[in-house]
Structures are given as C-alpha cells and as structure tokens.
C-alpha cells in the first residue's frame, strides 16, 4: 500500500497519494486501482453506484486514468489516446472496477458487493427489442436483436462496447 497523507488544499481537505488527491471518504482499494491503471496506461471500465445500488451509467465509464494539472491533481477519465483531457472521476462512487486483460478477456479487480441489475432482451410488439433489467425496469429499445444482445452485455459488464 503506498503512504496516504491527509492534506488541507485550497480549503479543502484530501488524502494525497502518488502524487493525487483523492476524497477523504475514496477508498483504499479503488485509490490503489485508480493509480495503478494510471501509472499502467491501462484501460480500465468503472461502475458507479450508493446507497446499494448501481446508477447504471454508460457514458464516460471507460478510458484511462488521467489527472488534471492545477495545484489539486484529481483523476479524470481519458477516454483515448487522442483526448487531451476529459472529466474527473468520482472515485467515493465508484462500486466496481473492470480491466482487460491482453487476451481480451474482462477482470473484475475491484468489487464493492453492490448488487448488480441484470439486464436482458426481449422481442417487442413493434418489430425490435427491448433491454430490461431484473428489477422491472425498461432501459432501452434497440431495432434488432445483436444491438439488444450487445447492449444488455455491456450493461452486465460482460462486454466494453455496445
């Protein structure tokens, strides 16, 4: 574990490790991914959730670990080597982290044990299909059946793209 300080910044206080600053509140565990998928250049894909429960969030989840210039250094998300810069990461939210793997295959090195909604595919009445989660919800509608079945993967976290 690397050597965490508590820090008083611009009236703020934070906890300042490697060279960052973090929410006093950001856990030990997604700080050490957080700085590790940084120093790695490594993609990484995060799930955001509180008060038990996922936000499901599909935009702005997946990229590279970043960190703004000023005085404070916070993470921020780099969503590809052609960004330049991109938002800060809400690291005291963060319930589950995601890495690939170089052979491809999706790792799950950080988990809160946050229940996840399940989300699958059904025909609807107009011709396409829907992606609903378990707990009765509708959360899009998609003209065939691969976009449902790419979209419901990608909720689940089985898939990066949609």
């Known amino acids: ?61 997946i990229g590279h670990v970043g960190r703004t210039t000023g005085s404070m250094k916070v993470p921020i998300l780099i969503k590809n080597s052609m960004s330049t810069g991109g938002g800060e990461i809400i690291v005291s939210l963060i319930i589950r982290i995601d890495t690939k793997g170089s052979n491809g295959k999706i790792a799950t090195v950080y988990d809160d044990g946050t229940p996840a909604d399940e989300f699958y595919h059904v025909p609807n009445l107009i011709g396409g299909f829907d992606v609903l989660n378990k707990r009765g919800g509708h959360y899009g509608t998609c003209e065939t059946e691969i976009k449902a079945k790419h979209l419901a993967g990608f909720m689940n976290g089985t898939r990066w793209s949609k």
């Open 1 to 61: 574990m690397r050597e965490v300080k508590m820090v008083h910044i611009n009236g703020i206080n934070c906890q300042l490790v490697g060279g960052m600053h973090f929410a006093p509140e950001a856990k030990k565990e997604v700080i050490e991914w957080l700085l590790t998928s940084y120093e790695r250049e490594q993609r990484i894909r995060f799930f955001y959730g509180e008060n038990g429960k996922p936000w499901n969030e599909e935009c702005d989840t």
